[in-house]
Structures are given as C-alpha cells and as structure tokens.
Nanobody, 115 residues
Framework: QVQLVESGGGLVQPGGSLRLSCATSRILFRFFRMEWYRQEPGKQRELVAGISSSLRTNYADSVKGRFTISRDNAQNTVYLEMNSLKPEDTATYYC?????????WGKGTLVTVSS
C-alpha cells in the first residue's frame, strides 16, 4: 500500500523556522513529481511548492525566498524548509506524489505560527 507520511509540523513563533518531511513508501519515488500543498479551515487547498524528478522547483509567490523544497531519492523523502514564518502560513500541510496518471496524498501535518 502506498503511503505518504508528513511530519515536522508544530507551533512556532513568527519569524521562526520549521522543516517538514514527507516519507514515502511503495512508489518509484525518483520518477514522481513531489509537491507540498496547504489548507486553512474553510479555504481552498493551495500549492506551496513543487519539485520534479529532474529537480526543477517552483513556489507560490507568497513563499518565494522563505521556503525551500528538496528531495532525497535515496531516502524516498521530500522536504520543505520553512523560514521567516508568518501567521498567515498557519495551515495543514500536505505532500503529494504525481507521475504517469498516479496521484497520492498524505494526511497532512499542522503548522501553527503564533506568538
């Protein structure tokens, strides 16, 4: 059974940092495009960052310069380094894996930015 398991969320003060991880299993990870989405209660899910199998990255304008997505194909894991966090970054963060018509989602990890 394919699994994507996010971790690393929590409570952090404004200006702080967090590193999210998404460990995957039972997929050919190196072929998949990996993405991080986030969703606040009552709002639509939005794409935060993505990284292709060839390591091309893209970011939402709201996180450019603050967040960095990376992947470790040996560990089948994708990361999201989040710096200079703002209260508006508060959301549940989900990772996704997409390739060749396949799409998988994790269950999410909550990030709360508050003083």
């Amino acid at each position: 059974q394919v699994q994507l398991v996010e971790s690393g969320g929590g409570l952090v003060q404004p200006g702080g940092s967090l590193r999210l991880s998404c460990a995957t299993s039972r997929i050919l990870f190196r072929f998949f495009r990996m993405e991080w989405y986030r969703q606040e209660p009552g709002k639509q899910r939005e794409l935060v960052a993505g990284i292709s199998s060839s390591l091309r990255t893209n970011y939402a304008d709201s996180v450019k310069g603050r967040f960095t997505i990376s992947r470790d194909n040996a560990q089948n894991t994708v990361y999201l380094e989040m710096n200079s966090l703002k209260p508006e970054d508060t959301a549940t963060y989900y990772c996704t894996a997409k390739w060749n018509g396949q799409e998988y989602w994790g269950k999410g990890t909550l990030v709360t930015v508050s003083s």
